[in-house]
């Protein structure tokens, strides 16, 4: 825009200039032709040539000729007389040439006794043109500089001040909310700073209650999950101690039925037909008690487990999974050292493979189930899978089941890792790792 300016000035000085020029020019040379009129009719040249000696001296003023009514030369002064009769000019824009040519007719009582013939040289104009052109571009660099000087200043002040705003946002991202920025001077950019520090003081504010509440729901997590871990070893242990009682107490009244019912049988008088029905039909309901109270002590606590381990305490409850679920196939491969994981593990393992089993056997519509465990220096690894009709990810993420939160709980309490995969057609597998470490103090 100022190199406009400038450009516009200049136009407007050459045009004042050359204006400026044509005005003097017209006003000399009326004036020389009135005056000349009266020495023409008295043709005194001689008084005439001594006026225009005053007037030549003009400094753009380049010649005056003087012509009578023949047009033939009867005085010619300057420095630049033409050699020939030069063209006349309408206008000092339009001189080529250098300079403004000019005529006039010199007259008197309305009769024609001469012509005034005048040049006007361009130098000085231009040199004034010239020179207004350079003092206009020297103001116009100087005011560009400092107009780009002070933009620096300007930008370096407000980059500076940025830098600082960019700065402390990094600080309040990593988590330092004691930062603070000035706010002075109070410009768009001091409005900003303070903005930003109300803010921060806001934040912080907000994020400490927010890690207040966190702190308070963590607290109340562990507690709850404390709860129930300690819930399923209380479970476990009163199932131990039912079926421990079941099959000291119940077993041992059973067993003294079945006897009594025997002993009635044969100690019957002449084989009473009614005493035997009666003691064969008690002998029948005691059996069948003890089957079911076999059944429950099995389902509290596998003696087989207490017995014989848990790895023949697996087999045991996959092989009666196989014959109440005849249409699938249940597989197992176990592997590693696996008979001193400790009580809580091998209880833990079970229950998990007793879960998977039963949620198998009433949502899968399987054909096949794989079940590996395991032992490796450090780690227990445990894999259940099957192919049946899985479920969608992002389902099976919002709406965790009962069965899976307690495996999960289960596998937390020995600080394991528990995930699964599973999609729509195919299948469900769940993965479990548990470190040695949880099982080498256990009792």
């Excluded at 009719?41 to 009578?68: F, Q």
């Excluded at 231009?126 to 003092?135: L, P």
């Excluded at 067993?255 to 009594?260: L, S, V």
């Excluded at 509290?300 to 087999?315: T, Y």
Aim: with cysteine; aromatic share 4%; glycine share 4%.
């Amino acid at each position: 825009m100022l190199s406009l300016l400038v450009w516009n000035n200049i136009a407007i000085i050459h045009s004042t200039h050359t204006d400026r020029l044509r005005d003097t020019a017209a006003s000399m040379i009326q004036q020389i032709a009135n005056t000349a009129g009266n020495y023409m009719v008295a043709v005194d040249y001689a008084t005439l040539e001594d006026y225009l000696s005053n007037i030549i001296s003009y400094k753009e003023l380049a010649y005056i000729i003087i012509t009578d009514r023949d047009d033939n030369t009867v005085i010619a002064l300057g420095t630049k007389k033409p050699e020939a009769r030069p063209a006349i000019d309408e206008h000092p824009a339009q001189v080529d040439d250098g300079v403004f040519d000019i005529s006039r007719d010199i007259k008197v009582a309305g009769q024609k006794m001469g012509r005034v013939l005048m040049g006007f040289s361009l130098s000085l104009m231009d040199d004034a043109i010239h020179k207004s052109r350079n003092r206009g571009i020297t103001i116009a660099l100087i005011e560009i500089i400092l107009t780009i000087i002070v933009t620096i200043f300007i930008g370096l002040s407000l980059t500076r001040r940025l830098a600082i705003l960019s700065k402390a946002a990094a600080e309040v991202e990593a988590g330092n909310y004691a930062v603070s920025v000035p706010t002075e001077p109070k410009d768009e950019v001091g409005k900003t700073a303070a903005a930003f520090n109300n803010m921060v003081t806001e934040v912080s504010k907000r994020t400490q209650q927010l890690l207040q509440e966190e702190k308070k729901t963590q607290q109340l997590l562990n507690e709850n999950r404390q709860l129930i871990q300690k819930s399923l070893e209380v479970q476990e242990e009163e199932r131990k101690h039912l079926a421990r009682e079941l099959h000291d107490e119940l077993g041992q009244c059973i067993t003294a039925i079945q006897a009594d019912a025997t002993s009635i049988t044969d100690l019957s008088p002449q084989c009473d037909e009614r005493v035997v029905t009666s003691a064969q039909a008690i002998l029948a309901v005691s059996s069948h008690i003890y089957d079911v109270v076999h059944s429950m002590m099995h389902l509290l606590r596998p003696s087989v487990m207490d017995n014989l381990g848990l790895v023949e305490a697996l087999k045991d409850e996959i092989k009666a999974w196989n014959q109440r679920n005849p249409k699938t196939t249940c597989v197992h491969h176990f592997k590693g050292e696996l008979s001193d994981l400790g009580e809580r593990s091998n209880i833990t393992i079970y229950r998990i493979v007793q879960e998977c089993l039963t949620n198998i056997a009433k949502h899968a519509n399987a054909e096949h189930v794989n079940i590996k465990v395991i032992s490796d220096a450090k780690t227990i690894h445990l894999s259940i899978g099957d192919d049946g009709d899985g479920m969608d990810t992002s389902a099976a993420k919002k709406h965790l089941g009962l069965g899976l939160i307690g495996i999960r709980e289960r596998i937390q309490a020995l600080n394991g890792a528990f995930y699964y995969e599973t999609a729509i057609d195919d299948g469900f597998r769940i993965f479990i790792h548990i470190p040695l470490d949880n099982t080498e103090t256990e009792t």
